[in-house]
């Protein structure tokens, strides 16, 4: 059972938030500043069920709250994720965007892939498709054909990849333009300012961080007490041992100092700093909590000064985190370049 620092944002006021967020464009794509992902919602990092029924109102609320961009795929759950999406936003489902991701289906099958992801989504087009991890076998000029014949079709209306590499992303973009590239990004895992936010800036590509809130860490809800359950995929991060903890846990009370300072939570904090790098970026903090998808939320409305942005970089900057993003076995997936085609 994960025994987290439940009280460590209880000192901390939560913004009032607004039932307008902000709008940004994806390549062409307009979605609320912050999204909702809806991944663990079939089942927690604790392992547990979640109420079905709240989960569907909390999406439910997210929508009158402002929130337009909703996140899932098919292995979340497995499949569990889209169903509950579906359900959840069909009385809205034509003022929203849903993204939803393939694992590596072979060009030959996405047509049956994504017609079955139609199905459990209760919708006639998937706004925005991800290929989930770039598959090692298949030249992505042919995956990226494939996905031109389902928006030919009308049921995909724009596409991206999720942790691509380089040179993937260079051919899938001149195969067909890319609305978006998913990859984790967050105050405790900055990797993709080396490469992959130039790569987007160049190409006008919209970037989608996921684990903004570097799986619960940047809350304030993990430190050296915390107890992961079995199962969570968190015990076998690195970042998060008792070798590292004390480190990275440097970060975590420099965005609680700030956050005092500016009347906020280190959530709200933490998802403000993202927003304020670029205006293409748009973040998915995912929740079982309504309180916490409402809390979130507020993080669309708070605004860092040029003064205060140089300040707390500076501050931040200092910290070295220590230990893999990732179990090995998952970080392996990150970052492959599909094979050139022969």
């Known amino acids: 059972m994960l025994a987290a620092n439940t009280n460590a944002n209880s000192l901390i006021a939560t913004k009032s938030i607004s039932p307008f967020l902000d709008k940004r464009k994806l390549g062409t794509l307009e979605v609320s500043a912050i999204g909702l992902g809806v991944q663990n919602m079939p089942r927690t990092y604790q392992t547990t069920i979640p109420n079905r029924k709240e989960m569907i109102n909390i999406i439910r609320k997210a929508y009158e709250n402002g929130v337009t961009l909703f996140d899932t795929a098919e292995v979340y759950g497995p499949l569990e994720s889209e169903l509950i999406l579906g359900e959840a936003v069909e009385p809205f489902r034509d003022k929203i965007v849903i993204e939803t991701k393939f694992f590596r289906s072979r060009p030959e099958k996405l047509q049956e892939v994504v017609d079955a992801m139609l199905k459990r989504l209760r919708t006639d087009r998937i706004d925005l498709l991800y290929q989930h991890r770039v598959d090692p076998t298949i030249p992505i000029e042919d995956m990226v054909g494939a996905i031109k014949d389902l928006m030919s079709q009308g049921k995909v209306l724009h596409y991206g990849l999720s942790e691509p590499g380089l040179q993937t992303v260079r ?172």
């Open 171 to 342: 051919r899938a973009h001149a195969t067909h333009p890319l609305t978006a590239i998913q990859n984790e990004y967050s105050l405790l895992w900055r990797g993709p300012e080396n490469d992959v936010l130039p790569l987007c800036e160049e190409l006008g590509i919209g970037f989608v961080p996921w684990s903004p809130l570097g799986v619960g860490f940047l809350t304030g809800a993990i430190d050296e007490r915390t107890r992961f359950a079995s199962g969570d995929i968190r015990g076998n991060e690195e970042r998060f041992s008792p070798e590292n903890m004390p480190n990275n846990l440097k970060l975590v009370n420099i965005i609680k100092k700030w956050a005092i300072q500016k009347n906020v939570t280190p959530a709200q904090l933490s998802l403000a700093w993202l927003l304020a790098q670029k205006p293409w970026i748009v973040p998915i903090p995912g929740t079982t909590q309504m309180a916490h998808m409402l809390e979130n939320n507020g993080g669309g409305s708070i605004k860092f000064t040029s003064d205060e942005l140089s300040q707390f970089n500076a501050e931040i900057a200092v910290i070295d985190i220590k230990g893999l993003r990732l179990p090995q076995g998952v970080l392996n997936m990150s970052g492959v370049e599909a094979p050139l085609k022969k």
